[in-house]
């Protein structure tokens, strides 16, 4: 029989129901003021422990998909009101 493959909590998010990305001209960040941009592998992290995307003050979206081209990463999302939206979210790349 196969193992399965699994992902793990680490201690720090022992009480974390999901991450927050604030949407700000098609990036990713981690804060409201949109001072820090998510790296490619904390918007990984985000994406595969459950995140909430934050659009604007009373809009939000889950992210559907990621997906990494030259080290940067990027979640999609669809968002429907009144007429789809589909849009991505980028990254940037880790510090080497």
């Known amino acids: ?30 804060d409201s003021a949109f001072a820090n941009q998510y790296t490619t592998s904390e918007l990984k992290n985000a994406f595969l422990k459950g995140a909430v995307i934050q659009l604007d003050t009373d809009s939000y979206a889950i992210p559907v998909g990621y997906s990494e081209s030259s080290s940067i990463g990027s979640v ?21």
């Open 76 to 96: 999609a999302y669809v968002y429907d009101n009144s007429g789809a939206t589909i849009g991505t979210l980028a990254a940037v790349a880790d510090p080497a």
């Open 1 to 30: 029989m196969a193992a399965m493959d699994r992902i793990y909590q680490d201690s720090e998010d022992v009480y974390v129901s999901a991450t927050l990305i604030y949407a700000n001209d098609s990036k990713a960040y981690k």
